[in-house]
Every structure is written in structure tokens, then in C-alpha cells.
């Protein structure tokens, strides 16, 4: 067994991607591994790095990091 995240971004919930995907996590879960499934999407992830994030990327990352239930 092994641990397998996977990570999948798409907007339209009945895309194709969005059919692979169900599938992937389907054939991942019976097959016994264990699947987190994240779907960055659903959790309103935003992807942007605005410039104060990017000039303080290397200081303390403190309570207000948007990244740190990802990590």
C-alpha cells in the first residue's frame, strides 16, 4: 500500500478531466492504497502570490500563511 496524494484543479465539475479524476481516485482507493484526494478547486485555493507574499516568502512563516494546511 502506499500513500498517494492527489492533486486536482478544474472548475467545471462535469468536465472530462473531472471524469478522470473520480476515476484515478477510484481505482487508487480499490486497489488499497491510501488516497488523500485534494481538490484545490473545492477548497477555494488561491494560486496567486501577490507581492508581499513573495518578498516575505523566506521570513517566519507565522499563523497567517495561506499554504500552511497544504503542508
Known sequence: MMNILVLYAHPVETSFNAGLHKVIVE?????????DDC???????????????????H?????????????
Open 27 to 35: 481505482r487508487l482507493t480499490a486497489a488499497g492504497h491510501a488516497v
Open 39 to 57: 481538490d484545490l478547486y473545492a477548497e477555494n485555493f488561491d494560486p496567486r502570490l501577490t507581492r508581499a507574499e513573495r518578498l516575505g516568502y
Open 59 to 71: 521570513d517566519d512563516r507565522g499563523a497567517g500563511d495561506p499554504a500552511a494546511p497544504y503542508v
